[in-house]
Protein backbone atom coordinates (compact mmCIF):
# COMPACT_ATOMS: atom_id res chain seq x y z
CA UNK A 1 0.00 0.00 0.00
CA UNK A 2 2.92 2.40 1.05
CA UNK A 3 4.22 2.16 -3.34
CA UNK A 4 0.62 2.86 -4.10
CA UNK A 5 0.37 5.50 -1.95
CA UNK A 6 3.73 6.77 -3.63
CA UNK A 7 2.19 6.34 -7.05
CA UNK A 8 4.84 3.08 -7.64
CA UNK A 9 4.44 1.57 -10.78
CA UNK A 10 5.32 -1.71 -9.61
CA UNK A 11 3.07 -1.53 -6.76
CA UNK A 12 -0.18 -0.46 -8.73
CA UNK A 13 0.74 -3.21 -11.27
CA UNK A 14 0.99 -6.19 -8.64
CA UNK A 15 -2.71 -4.63 -6.64
CA UNK A 16 -3.93 -4.20 -10.55
CA UNK A 17 -2.62 -7.94 -11.39
CA UNK A 18 -4.30 -9.14 -8.47
CA UNK A 19 -8.11 -7.94 -8.31
CA UNK A 20 -8.37 -6.39 -11.85
CA UNK A 21 -9.90 -9.24 -12.99
CA UNK A 22 -12.82 -9.33 -10.02
CA UNK A 23 -13.19 -5.95 -10.20
CA UNK A 24 -13.55 -5.91 -14.11
CA UNK A 25 -16.34 -8.59 -13.74
CA UNK A 26 -18.50 -6.58 -11.34
CA UNK A 27 -18.18 -4.03 -13.89
CA UNK A 28 -19.07 -6.21 -16.30
CA UNK A 29 -21.98 -7.91 -14.49
CA UNK A 30 -23.25 -5.46 -12.59
CA UNK A 31 -22.86 -2.59 -15.74
CA UNK A 32 -23.46 -4.69 -18.62
CA UNK A 33 -20.58 -3.66 -20.72
CA UNK A 34 -17.18 -3.98 -21.65
CA UNK A 35 -16.64 -0.25 -21.96
CA UNK A 36 -18.48 0.15 -18.54
CA UNK A 37 -16.49 -2.50 -16.66
CA UNK A 38 -13.56 -0.74 -18.08
CA UNK A 39 -14.57 2.29 -16.73
CA UNK A 40 -14.97 0.95 -13.57
CA UNK A 41 -11.75 -0.60 -13.43
CA UNK A 42 -10.13 2.94 -13.85
CA UNK A 43 -12.33 4.40 -11.49
CA UNK A 44 -11.87 1.92 -8.19
CA UNK A 45 -8.22 1.73 -8.56
CA UNK A 46 -7.82 5.82 -9.07
CA UNK A 47 -10.16 5.58 -5.96
CA UNK A 48 -8.02 2.91 -3.90
CA UNK A 49 -4.86 5.38 -4.25
CA UNK A 50 -7.01 8.13 -2.88
CA UNK A 51 -8.14 6.14 -0.08
CA UNK A 52 -4.79 4.31 0.16
CA UNK A 53 -3.61 6.12 3.37
CA UNK A 54 -6.89 5.57 5.05
CA UNK A 55 -6.60 1.70 4.55
CA UNK A 56 -6.09 -0.28 7.99
CA UNK A 57 -5.11 -3.93 7.34
CA UNK A 58 -6.19 -4.27 11.61
CA UNK A 59 -9.75 -3.49 10.18
CA UNK A 60 -10.00 -5.42 7.68
CA UNK A 61 -8.56 -7.33 4.79
CA UNK A 62 -7.17 -5.63 1.18
CA UNK A 63 -9.18 -7.85 -0.99
CA UNK A 64 -12.97 -6.96 1.41
CA UNK A 65 -11.95 -2.90 0.76
CA UNK A 66 -11.48 -3.04 -2.50
CA UNK A 67 -14.43 -5.32 -3.45
CA UNK A 68 -16.28 -2.98 -1.06
CA UNK A 69 -14.86 0.06 -2.95
CA UNK A 70 -15.38 -1.29 -6.23
CA UNK A 71 -19.22 -2.50 -5.10
CA UNK A 72 -20.20 1.01 -4.21
CA UNK A 73 -19.14 2.76 -7.61
CA UNK A 74 -21.05 0.02 -9.33
CA UNK A 75 -24.09 0.23 -7.53
CA UNK A 76 -23.80 3.94 -7.97
CA UNK A 77 -23.63 4.27 -11.21
CA UNK A 78 -26.30 1.35 -11.80
CA UNK A 79 -28.40 3.55 -9.85
CA UNK A 80 -27.92 6.66 -11.11
CA UNK A 81 -28.29 5.24 -15.02
CA UNK A 82 -31.91 3.97 -14.36
CA UNK A 83 -33.63 2.85 -18.00
CA UNK A 84 -30.41 0.87 -18.48
CA UNK A 85 -31.31 -2.59 -19.22
CA UNK A 86 -29.65 -4.58 -16.05
CA UNK A 87 -27.59 -7.95 -16.94
CA UNK A 88 -29.12 -11.08 -16.15
CA UNK A 89 -27.06 -12.07 -13.02
CA UNK A 90 -24.90 -15.18 -13.19
CA UNK A 91 -23.20 -16.60 -9.86
CA UNK A 92 -20.00 -18.82 -11.33
CA UNK A 93 -21.90 -22.30 -10.27
CA UNK A 94 -24.32 -21.79 -12.92
CA UNK A 95 -21.53 -20.72 -15.93
CA UNK A 96 -18.99 -22.85 -17.08
CA UNK A 97 -16.01 -21.25 -16.28
CA UNK A 98 -13.81 -19.34 -19.03
CA UNK A 99 -10.72 -21.03 -20.50
CA UNK A 100 -8.16 -18.56 -19.54
CA UNK A 101 -6.56 -19.03 -17.15
CA UNK A 102 -7.36 -17.81 -13.49
CA UNK A 103 -5.40 -16.53 -10.59
CA UNK A 104 -5.12 -19.43 -7.96
CA UNK A 105 -5.79 -17.12 -5.36
CA UNK A 106 -8.95 -16.02 -6.78
CA UNK A 107 -10.46 -19.26 -7.61
CA UNK A 108 -9.71 -19.75 -4.08
CA UNK A 109 -11.72 -16.90 -3.05
CA UNK A 110 -14.50 -17.71 -5.55
CA UNK A 111 -14.72 -21.34 -4.14
CA UNK A 112 -14.84 -20.20 -0.54
CA UNK A 113 -17.18 -17.43 -1.28
CA UNK A 114 -19.87 -19.78 -3.10
CA UNK A 115 -19.65 -22.29 -0.36
CA UNK A 116 -20.35 -19.27 2.08
CA UNK A 117 -23.15 -18.29 -0.17
CA UNK A 118 -24.36 -22.03 0.09
CA UNK A 119 -25.40 -21.59 3.46
CA UNK A 120 -27.93 -19.36 2.91
CA UNK A 121 -31.90 -20.60 2.18
CA UNK A 122 -32.90 -19.73 -1.51
CA UNK A 123 -35.00 -16.76 -0.32
CA UNK A 124 -32.22 -15.37 1.99
CA UNK A 125 -29.45 -15.80 -1.32
CA UNK A 126 -32.18 -13.93 -3.44
CA UNK A 127 -32.91 -10.89 -1.42
CA UNK A 128 -29.33 -10.75 -1.51
CA UNK A 129 -28.94 -10.79 -4.80
CA UNK A 130 -31.44 -7.54 -5.32
CA UNK A 131 -29.79 -5.51 -3.25
CA UNK A 132 -25.62 -6.50 -3.45
CA UNK A 133 -26.31 -6.82 -7.67
CA UNK A 134 -29.95 -4.65 -8.79
CA UNK A 135 -28.65 -2.09 -5.79
CA UNK A 136 -32.28 -2.13 -4.34
CA UNK A 137 -32.70 -0.43 -0.84
CA UNK A 138 -34.29 -2.21 1.74
CA UNK A 139 -37.48 0.51 1.40
CA UNK A 140 -37.41 -0.57 -2.37
CA UNK A 141 -37.83 -4.17 -1.68
CA UNK A 142 -40.37 -3.94 0.85
CA UNK A 143 -42.42 -1.58 -1.09
CA UNK A 144 -41.81 -4.07 -3.74
CA UNK A 145 -42.86 -6.93 -1.64
CA UNK A 146 -45.19 -5.91 0.67
CA UNK A 147 -43.38 -6.49 3.96
CA UNK A 148 -42.66 -4.40 6.71
CA UNK A 149 -38.98 -2.19 6.16
CA UNK A 150 -37.96 -3.84 9.72
CA UNK A 151 -38.42 -7.43 7.94
CA UNK A 152 -36.30 -7.02 5.32
CA UNK A 153 -33.23 -5.03 7.40
CA UNK A 154 -33.66 -8.18 9.39
CA UNK A 155 -33.31 -10.81 6.82
CA UNK A 156 -30.56 -8.93 5.21
CA UNK A 157 -28.58 -8.94 8.78
CA UNK A 158 -29.89 -12.42 9.54
CA UNK A 159 -28.42 -13.38 5.93
CA UNK A 160 -25.28 -11.27 5.98
CA UNK A 161 -24.55 -12.66 9.64
CA UNK A 162 -24.71 -16.54 8.29
CA UNK A 163 -22.57 -15.98 5.19
CA UNK A 164 -20.01 -14.31 7.58
CA UNK A 165 -20.18 -17.73 9.90
CA UNK A 166 -19.46 -19.78 6.97
CA UNK A 167 -16.70 -17.24 5.90
CA UNK A 168 -15.31 -17.92 9.77
CA UNK A 169 -15.75 -21.37 9.23
CA UNK A 170 -13.28 -21.68 6.08
CA UNK A 171 -10.86 -19.56 7.92
CA UNK A 172 -11.13 -22.04 10.79
CA UNK B 1 -25.88 8.30 15.24
CA UNK B 2 -25.66 5.95 18.08
CA UNK B 3 -24.91 2.07 18.44
CA UNK B 4 -28.79 1.29 17.75
CA UNK B 5 -29.34 3.20 14.41
CA UNK B 6 -25.87 2.54 13.31
CA UNK B 7 -26.95 -1.16 13.98
CA UNK B 8 -30.28 -0.77 12.07
CA UNK B 9 -28.20 0.12 8.82
CA UNK B 10 -24.81 -1.77 8.85
CA UNK B 11 -26.96 -4.22 6.94
CA UNK B 12 -27.64 -1.76 4.24
CA UNK B 13 -24.06 -0.47 4.61
CA UNK B 14 -22.13 -3.20 4.14
CA UNK B 15 -24.51 -3.85 0.77
CA UNK B 16 -23.36 -0.50 -0.57
CA UNK B 17 -27.35 0.50 -1.08
CA UNK B 18 -27.65 2.49 2.38
CA UNK B 19 -29.16 6.09 1.44
CA UNK B 20 -26.77 8.61 1.48
CA UNK B 21 -27.21 10.51 4.51
CA UNK B 22 -27.13 7.29 6.54
CA UNK B 23 -24.28 5.95 4.85
CA UNK B 24 -22.71 9.46 6.41
CA UNK B 25 -23.66 8.64 9.65
CA UNK B 26 -22.63 5.65 9.56
CA UNK B 27 -18.93 6.27 8.43
CA UNK B 28 -19.13 8.85 11.08
CA UNK B 29 -20.06 6.69 13.90
CA UNK B 30 -17.83 3.36 12.62
CA UNK B 31 -14.55 6.01 13.32
CA UNK B 32 -15.36 6.40 16.81
CA UNK B 33 -17.37 2.99 17.78
CA UNK B 34 -14.92 -0.10 17.60
CA UNK B 35 -18.03 -2.53 18.32
CA UNK B 36 -20.17 -1.28 15.05
CA UNK B 37 -16.55 -0.76 13.00
CA UNK B 38 -16.09 -4.45 13.65
CA UNK B 39 -19.61 -5.44 12.77
CA UNK B 40 -19.61 -2.85 9.99
CA UNK B 41 -15.95 -4.66 8.82
CA UNK B 42 -17.46 -8.74 8.96
CA UNK B 43 -20.66 -7.40 6.85
CA UNK B 44 -18.86 -6.21 4.55
CA UNK B 45 -16.34 -9.00 3.87
CA UNK B 46 -19.31 -11.04 3.79
CA UNK B 47 -21.31 -8.95 1.46
CA UNK B 48 -17.57 -9.10 -0.74
CA UNK B 49 -18.77 -12.45 -1.15
CA UNK B 50 -21.25 -11.95 -3.52
CA UNK B 51 -19.03 -10.42 -6.00
CA UNK B 52 -15.88 -13.16 -5.73
CA UNK B 53 -18.80 -15.69 -6.65
CA UNK B 54 -19.66 -13.55 -9.78
CA UNK B 55 -18.68 -15.97 -12.68
CA UNK B 56 -15.72 -14.37 -14.62
CA UNK B 57 -17.10 -13.44 -18.11
CA UNK B 58 -13.06 -13.03 -20.10
CA UNK B 59 -10.08 -11.19 -18.89
CA UNK B 60 -10.01 -7.31 -19.12
CA UNK B 61 -8.05 -6.26 -22.09
CA UNK B 62 -4.75 -6.29 -21.88
CA UNK B 63 -4.39 -2.52 -22.62
CA UNK B 64 -6.70 -1.88 -19.59
CA UNK B 65 -3.67 -2.17 -17.18
CA UNK B 66 -1.38 0.73 -18.76
CA UNK B 67 -4.79 2.64 -18.93
CA UNK B 68 -5.69 1.67 -15.11
CA UNK B 69 -1.42 2.89 -14.29
CA UNK B 70 -1.85 6.18 -16.17
CA UNK B 71 -4.72 7.21 -14.51
CA UNK B 72 -3.24 6.51 -11.06
CA UNK B 73 -0.32 8.49 -11.75
CA UNK B 74 -2.26 11.18 -13.45
CA UNK B 75 -3.85 11.61 -10.15
CA UNK B 76 -0.47 11.13 -7.88
CA UNK B 77 1.26 13.47 -9.18
CA UNK B 78 -0.03 16.74 -7.06
CA UNK B 79 1.10 14.47 -3.85
CA UNK B 80 4.66 14.74 -5.45
CA UNK B 81 4.42 18.61 -5.52
CA UNK B 82 2.73 19.57 -2.23
CA UNK B 83 3.60 23.21 -2.94
CA UNK B 84 0.88 22.92 -5.61
CA UNK B 85 -2.02 21.89 -2.63
CA UNK B 86 -1.35 24.82 -0.59
CA UNK B 87 -1.90 26.71 -3.49
CA UNK B 88 -5.54 25.55 -4.31
CA UNK B 89 -6.05 25.79 -0.60
CA UNK B 90 -5.27 29.24 -1.02
CA UNK B 91 -7.45 29.87 -4.32
CA UNK B 92 -10.09 28.25 -2.08
CA UNK B 93 -10.07 30.38 0.87
CA UNK B 94 -10.24 32.95 -1.40
CA UNK B 95 -13.48 32.38 -2.83
CA UNK B 96 -15.06 31.40 -0.05
CA UNK B 97 -13.89 34.84 1.46
CA UNK B 98 -15.15 36.81 -1.36
CA UNK B 99 -18.40 34.48 -1.20
CA UNK B 100 -18.74 35.22 2.84
CA UNK B 101 -18.21 39.07 2.24
CA UNK B 102 -21.05 39.46 -0.24
CA UNK B 103 -23.69 37.35 1.39
CA UNK B 104 -22.73 36.76 5.36
CA UNK B 105 -25.26 40.27 5.59
CA UNK B 106 -28.47 38.02 5.14
CA UNK B 107 -29.25 36.95 9.07
CA UNK B 108 -29.19 40.36 10.13
CA UNK B 109 -32.54 40.49 8.44
CA UNK B 110 -34.04 37.45 10.03
CA UNK B 111 -37.40 37.42 10.77
CA UNK B 112 -38.77 40.31 9.05
CA UNK B 113 -39.87 38.01 5.80
CA UNK B 114 -40.35 40.12 3.09
CA UNK B 115 -37.05 42.20 3.97
CA UNK B 116 -35.38 39.09 4.25
CA UNK B 117 -36.65 37.56 0.81
CA UNK B 118 -35.47 40.49 -0.85
CA UNK B 119 -31.86 40.61 0.35
CA UNK B 120 -31.92 37.11 -0.35
CA UNK B 121 -32.17 37.87 -3.43
CA UNK B 122 -29.79 40.86 -3.67
CA UNK B 123 -27.10 38.98 -1.88
CA UNK B 124 -27.36 36.17 -4.23
CA UNK B 125 -27.08 38.27 -7.11
CA UNK B 126 -23.74 39.38 -4.90
CA UNK B 127 -22.71 36.55 -4.95
CA UNK B 128 -23.22 35.48 -8.13
CA UNK B 129 -21.84 38.76 -9.41
CA UNK B 130 -18.27 38.41 -6.80
CA UNK B 131 -17.73 34.76 -8.57
CA UNK B 132 -18.23 35.46 -12.09
CA UNK B 133 -15.56 38.11 -11.01
CA UNK B 134 -13.65 36.02 -9.53
CA UNK B 135 -12.14 34.21 -12.97
CA UNK B 136 -8.87 36.88 -12.86
CA UNK B 137 -7.73 36.61 -9.75
CA UNK B 138 -8.29 33.19 -9.25
CA UNK B 139 -6.72 32.90 -12.94
CA UNK B 140 -4.03 34.58 -11.48
CA UNK B 141 -3.06 32.77 -8.08
CA UNK B 142 -3.58 29.61 -9.53
CA UNK B 143 -2.29 30.12 -12.95
CA UNK B 144 -3.23 29.11 -16.30
CA UNK B 145 -3.57 25.59 -15.20
CA UNK B 146 -7.02 26.72 -13.19
CA UNK B 147 -10.53 26.80 -14.74
CA UNK B 148 -13.39 28.55 -12.78
CA UNK B 149 -16.51 27.71 -13.32
CA UNK B 150 -19.86 29.06 -11.71
CA UNK B 151 -23.76 29.91 -11.86
CA UNK B 152 -26.59 30.45 -9.91
CA UNK B 153 -28.99 28.30 -8.98
CA UNK B 154 -32.45 28.49 -8.64
CA UNK B 155 -35.06 27.45 -6.59
CA UNK B 156 -37.75 24.59 -7.68
CA UNK B 157 -40.28 26.11 -5.74
CA UNK B 158 -39.58 29.94 -6.30
CA UNK B 159 -37.83 30.10 -2.44
CA UNK B 160 -34.26 30.29 -2.06
CA UNK B 161 -31.55 30.67 -4.74
CA UNK B 162 -27.85 30.33 -4.76
CA UNK B 163 -24.69 29.80 -6.35
CA UNK B 164 -21.82 27.62 -7.17
CA UNK B 165 -17.83 27.69 -8.52
CA UNK B 166 -15.97 24.96 -9.21
CA UNK B 167 -12.14 25.48 -9.39
CA UNK B 168 -10.87 22.83 -12.15
CA UNK B 169 -6.49 22.03 -12.09
CA UNK B 170 -4.81 19.70 -14.00
CA UNK B 171 -4.40 17.83 -11.32
CA UNK B 172 -7.45 16.71 -10.80
CA UNK B 173 -7.97 17.23 -7.13
CA UNK B 174 -10.55 19.99 -7.77
CA UNK B 175 -12.96 22.09 -5.77
CA UNK B 176 -16.17 23.36 -5.21
CA UNK B 177 -17.83 25.99 -3.43
CA UNK B 178 -21.61 26.61 -2.76
CA UNK B 179 -23.53 29.16 -1.34
CA UNK B 180 -26.92 29.00 -0.27
CA UNK B 181 -29.65 31.43 0.45
CA UNK B 182 -33.63 31.82 1.70
CA UNK B 183 -33.67 28.35 2.49
CA UNK B 184 -34.68 28.71 6.28
CA UNK B 185 -37.13 25.82 7.35
CA UNK B 186 -35.69 23.33 4.74
CA UNK B 187 -34.94 20.55 6.36
CA UNK B 188 -31.71 19.82 6.45
CA UNK B 189 -29.12 18.75 5.66
CA UNK B 190 -28.67 19.48 2.20
CA UNK B 191 -26.83 17.36 -0.16
CA UNK B 192 -24.81 19.08 -2.91
CA UNK B 193 -24.60 16.50 -6.06
CA UNK B 194 -23.13 17.06 -9.66
CA UNK B 195 -23.63 15.74 -12.58
CA UNK B 196 -22.33 15.76 -16.24
CA UNK B 197 -24.25 15.83 -19.40
CA UNK B 198 -24.32 12.10 -19.46
CA UNK B 199 -25.84 11.88 -16.17
CA UNK B 200 -22.93 10.54 -14.27
CA UNK B 201 -23.29 12.29 -10.47
CA UNK B 202 -21.15 13.07 -7.97
CA UNK B 203 -21.98 13.82 -3.87
CA UNK B 204 -20.36 16.69 -3.29
CA UNK B 205 -20.74 17.32 0.38
CA UNK B 206 -23.63 18.27 2.91
CA UNK B 207 -24.80 21.76 4.08
CA UNK B 208 -25.58 20.56 7.70
CA UNK B 209 -26.79 23.99 9.44
CA UNK B 210 -28.49 26.73 7.66
CA UNK B 211 -27.91 30.41 9.46
CA UNK B 212 -31.18 32.21 10.50
CA UNK B 213 -32.03 33.84 6.79
CA UNK B 214 -31.26 30.09 5.47
CA UNK B 215 -27.84 30.94 4.12
CA UNK B 216 -24.98 28.79 4.33
CA UNK B 217 -21.57 29.16 2.59
CA UNK B 218 -19.89 25.55 2.27
CA UNK B 219 -16.24 24.74 0.31
CA UNK B 220 -15.29 21.01 -0.46
CA UNK B 221 -11.93 19.82 -1.89
CA UNK B 222 -12.81 16.60 -4.01
CA UNK B 223 -9.62 15.28 -4.94
CA UNK B 224 -11.60 14.24 -8.36
CA UNK B 225 -11.73 15.91 -11.12
CA UNK B 226 -14.96 17.58 -11.93
CA UNK B 227 -14.07 18.30 -15.46
CA UNK B 228 -17.41 17.82 -17.49
CA UNK B 229 -19.40 18.28 -14.32
CA UNK B 230 -21.52 21.01 -14.15
CA UNK B 231 -25.21 20.47 -13.23
CA UNK B 232 -25.34 21.22 -9.82
CA UNK B 233 -28.45 19.96 -7.41
CA UNK B 234 -28.69 20.74 -3.74
CA UNK B 235 -31.19 18.34 -2.37
CA UNK B 236 -32.59 18.58 1.14
CA UNK B 237 -33.30 16.03 3.74
CA UNK B 238 -36.02 14.63 2.32
CA UNK B 239 -34.18 14.07 -0.78
CA UNK B 240 -36.36 16.89 -2.72
CA UNK B 241 -34.78 19.05 -4.93
CA UNK B 242 -34.51 22.61 -3.35
CA UNK B 243 -31.87 24.40 -5.90
CA UNK B 244 -30.76 23.56 -9.47
CA UNK B 245 -28.63 25.27 -11.97
CA UNK B 246 -25.51 25.08 -14.43
CA UNK B 247 -22.28 26.33 -13.90
CA UNK B 248 -20.06 27.20 -17.03
CA UNK B 249 -16.94 29.45 -17.81
CA UNK B 250 -16.89 32.54 -16.25
CA UNK B 251 -17.77 35.95 -18.43
CA UNK B 252 -17.03 38.96 -16.13
CA UNK B 253 -20.51 40.35 -14.94
CA UNK B 254 -21.70 44.07 -13.53
CA UNK B 255 -22.22 44.03 -9.27
CA UNK B 256 -26.10 44.65 -8.46
CA UNK B 257 -26.55 47.93 -7.16
CA UNK B 258 -27.07 47.92 -3.25
Redesign the interface.
Known amino acids: MEG????D?AA??AL?ARF???V???G??LLGS?EA??EL??DV??TA??KAARFDPH???L??WL??I???QA???LR??TGVTRPK????D??P??P?S?DED?LL??D???R??ASLSDAERRL??R???R????REISEDDGIPLGTV?TR??SA??K??LA?QKELS | MNCSTAR?V???F??????GEDADQVELHVETCAAC?KEA?????????????????????ES??Q???Q???E???P??HPHLRGRRTGIALLVAAVLVASVGIGSVFAGREERLRVQAERTALAAQAAIVNLGGIVQGVGGRDTKVLSGALAARSGVGNGSAVTILTRNADDQMIVVVNGLAGRSVPLAVSISDTK???IDVGTIHALDTAGGATRAWEL??SLKGFVDVTVRDAHRHIVLRGTLQAQTAVASPSP
Open positions: LLAGDIRYARPYTMLRRAETQFVWRRGRSTMTAHNVDRRELVLVEMESQVLERAALAIVLTYFGMTAKLRLIVRN | DLPEALGVAPRVDLQRAAASFGYALAADGAPPLEHVVAVHVARAKGHAQS
